[in-house]
């Protein structure tokens, strides 16, 4: 069965420091993928997206994200993160094959110490 | 452009009481998703819509849940009775269709307590 891979549940850094969150999935078929972020009370939001082409993608607020195909990985990153960027984190991948659902991983929570 | 609504934010109801929520997506999207997402794990897939057909239930639970959607817009997502473990965040999205280039939109989504 497809699935999405989030190891870091839980993440503390201090500002400045830089961030990657590891997101990972087993499918070997053709993929998009997802970066979805959730602020303290609010809903799900686009972080960025990847289709196909540059596997660097960049997305808002400074945020990047690397697809590996080889690893079947979709790291996120951020040279220097700010408090505002305490949140939950999902990884998600849609399949491009059948009806195209969503499969989300467990989610991240980065909490970034002022 | 104004995003999905869902409505009630909260519900506390006792177990083997039914509830519904409600959600109205973005003008104009075709494709509407019901997500569970139960404390500490990732948005999990109900029931998506294209247009006012089904496209994937697979995993929706159809002993207790149901979901509707009447005219290709609003839907509606019932469970009847409730057992304690459904309480979970009702998450309801869109997207302008249902195809693999697709951003879905998410509402606040309704929080729901079974006691």
């Known amino acids: 069965a497809q699935s999405v891979s989030q190891h870091n549940h839980h993440v503390i850094l201090s500002e400045a420091a830089s961030l990657e969150l590891g997101c990972n999935y087993s499918?070997?078929?053709?993929?998009?993928l997802f970066w979805y972020v959730q602020y303290p009370g609010q809903h799900l939001q686009l972080l960025l997206k990847?289709?196909?082409?540059?596997?660097l993608v960049k997305g808002i607020k400074g945020f990047e994200a690397e697809f590996i195909k080889s690893k079947f990985s979709f790291n996120l990153r951020k040279p220097s993160v700010q408090w505002s960027d305490t949140a939950e984190y999902f990884c998600?991948?849609?399949?491009?094959?059948?009806?195209?659902?969503?499969?989300f991983g467990t989610g991240t929570r980065l909490k970034v110490l002022a | 452009e104004a995003g999905v609504a869902q409505s009630p934010r909260y519900k506390i109801i006792e177990k083997r009481q039914s509830v519904a929520f409600w959600c109205n997506p973005i003008?104009?999207?075709?494709?509407l998703y019901w997500y569970q997402q139960i404390l500490g794990q990732g948005p999990k897939l109900l029931i998506q819509f294209q247009n006012n057909g089904v496209v994937d239930d697979s995993q929706l639970p159809k002993d207790r849940f149901s979901a509707e959607r009447l005219k290709g817009v609003d839907s509606t997502l019932k469970i009847q009775p409730a057992k304690l473990e459904d309480s979970a965040v009702y998450l309801c999205?869109?997207?302008?269709?249902?195809?693999?280039?697709?951003?879905?939109?998410f509402g606040q989504g309704t929080r729901l307590t079974v006691v």
């Open positions: 999205a869109s997207s302008l269709e249902g195809g693999a280039f697709t951003e879905a939109f």
């Open positions: 990847y289709f196909s082409g540059d596997p």
């Open positions: 998600a991948v849609s399949l491009s094959s059948g009806t195209y659902k969503y499969i």
């Open positions: 499918y070997g078929g053709t993929v998009n």
């Open positions: 003008s104009g999207h075709a494709t």
